[in-house]
C-alpha cells in the first residue's frame, strides 16, 4: 500500500488566500474596541510629538509649560465630547449641540456684562478662581433652571427645549452685541480677548478644578452607559423598558451643564467642536454603543486639538487661535449636515 508522503497543499489560490487575509484584517478593523486603540496610539503619538519635538531652551522648562496646555486639551476635549455625544442622545437631534443653542452666547454674556458693569480693571484684578466660580455657578444654575422649567409639566418636550435654546442664543448673542458697542476701545479689547478660546498655558488652579468636575461628569456617566443606549430607541420605549425617563433626562442634562459651563468658563467658546467631534465619533466607532462612543467622541477631541496645535505651531507656524481654525472648520461642517439632512 503506498502512502503519498508528498507535502499537502490548500487548493485556494494565491488571490483567494490574499481575499481571505484582507476579508479577516476587515473583519477584525470592524472590531470598535481595535478602532479604539489605534485611535489612542496615535493621540499618544501626537502627545509625545508635541512635548518632546521643536524645544527652543531648557526641556524641563518646556514641559512643564506644554504639559500644561496638552492637560488642558484633554480636559476640553473630554468634557465636550462626552457632553456633545450624551446630549444628542438625549435630544435625539445629532445636529444640535450645547454651544449651538446658546451656552457659549451665555458665556460671553456674563463676561460682558461683568466689563459693562465694573469696568476692564475690575474684570482683570479680579481673582481668576472667583470669576471661574461666578461664571460656572451663573452658567449652571440657568441650565438648571431651563430644564427644570421645560420638563417640570406634561406640555413640555424636547421640541420646545431646543426652540427656547436657539431663541434664548439668539438674544444673548443680540443683547452681547448691543452692550459691545456702548463699551470704550479698551474695555473691549479686553472683552474681545475672552471670546476666543485659549488653550495654552491655562490657569492651573483652574485647571485643576476644572479637571475635578469633568473627571466627576464621567464618572456619574459610567453606571448610565446602558440606560444611554436605551435612550436611543426613543422615550415610548426607553419607558416600556423600565427607564424613568424624566429623572435620567435631568440628572443627564445637569451632568452636561456642569462640564460645558467648566469647560468653557476655562478657556472660552469653542462653538463647533462638539458637533465635529460626536459626528466623526459615530462614523469612526461603527457603532452607537456609548461605552464605544464616549471614549472615542474624548480621544477625537483630543487627537484635533493636540494635532491641529502641532500643525499650526511646528509645521505652519501660524500666529492664529486653534479656535478660529476650529470654528471656519466647523461652520463648514455644520452647513454639510444641515444640507445633507434637506437632501434626505
Excluded at 36 to 58: D, E, H, K, N, R
Excluded at 132 to 139: N, S
Excluded at 164 to 192: A, C, H, K, N, Y
Excluded at 219 to 243: I, K, M, Q, R, S
Aim: net charge positive; aromatic share 10%.
Amino acid at each position: 500500500m503506498r502512502t503519498d508522503l508528498a507535502p499537502r497543499h490548500s487548493d485556494a489560490t494565491p488571490a483567494e488566500g490574499g481575499r481571505g487575509i484582507r476579508a479577516r484584517a476587515a473583519s477584525a478593523w470592524a472590531r470598535p474596541g481595535l478602532r479604539l486603540a489605534a485611535l489612542a496610539v496615535v493621540v499618544v503619538v501626537l502627545i509625545a510629538l508635541y512635548l518632546f519635538t521643536a524645544v527652543p531652551g531648557s526641556l524641563a522648562f518646556a514641559l512643564k509649560i506644554r504639559s500644561a496646555s496638552v492637560v488642558a486639551m484633554v480636559v476640553v476635549a473630554v468634557a465636550v465630547g462626552v457632553s456633545t455625544v450624551v446630549f444628542h442622545t438625549i435630544t435625539q437631534n445629532r445636529i444640535l449641540t450645547p454651544s449651538i443653542m446658546g451656552f457659549d452666547a451665555f458665556y460671553l454674556l456674563i463676561s460682558t456684562v461683568i466689563v459693562f458693569t465694573l469696568g476692564s480693571t475690575a474684570f482683570l484684578r479680579t481673582d481668576p478662581v472667583v470669576l471661574w466660580l461666578v461664571q460656572v455657578a451663573v452658567m449652571v444654575a440657568f441650565s438648571v433652571f431651563l430644564f427644570t422649567w421645560l420638563f417640570g409639566g406634561k406640555r413640555r418636550s424636547i421640541h420646545l427645549m431646543l426652540l427656547v435654546g436657539i431663541v434664548l442664543g439668539t438674544f444673548f448673542r443680540s443683547f452681547t452685541e448691543w452692550m459691545q458697542r456702548m463699551l470704550d476701545p479698551l474695555d473691549f479689547q479686553v472683552l474681545t480677548d475672552t471670546a476666543f478660546a485659549s488653550l495654552t498655558r491655562p490657569d492651573e488652579t483652574l485647571l485643576l478644578l476644572t479637571g475635578i468636575l469633568v473627571l466627576l461628569g464621567c464618572l456619574a456617566v459610567v453606571p448610565l452607559l446602558n440606560t444611554l443606549d436605551v435612550l436611543t430607541l426613543g422615550e415610548p420605549a426607553a419607558v416600556g423598558l423600565g427607564v424613568n425617563h424624566k429623572r435620567v433626562i435631568m440628572a443627564l442634562f445637569a451632568i452636561v451643564s456642569v462640564m460645558v459651563a467648566a469647560s468653557t468658563a476655562l478657556v472660552g467658546p469653542i462653538l463647533f467642536f462638539g458637533l465635529i467631534v460626536a459626528n466623526l465619533a459615530y462614523s469612526y466607532a461603527g457603532t452607537f454603543r456609548h461605552r464605544w462612543t464616549l471614549p472615542t467622541a474624548a480621544l477625537l477631541g483630543v487627537l484635533c486639538l493636540v494635532g491641529g496645535q502641532l500643525l499650526l505651531e511646528r509645521v505652519f507656524a501660524f500666529g492664529a487661535s486653534l479656535s478660529i481654525v476650529i470654528e471656519f472648520a466647523g461652520g463648514l461642517f455644520f452647513l454639510y449636515l444641515v444640507l445633507r439632512k434637506g437632501a434626505r
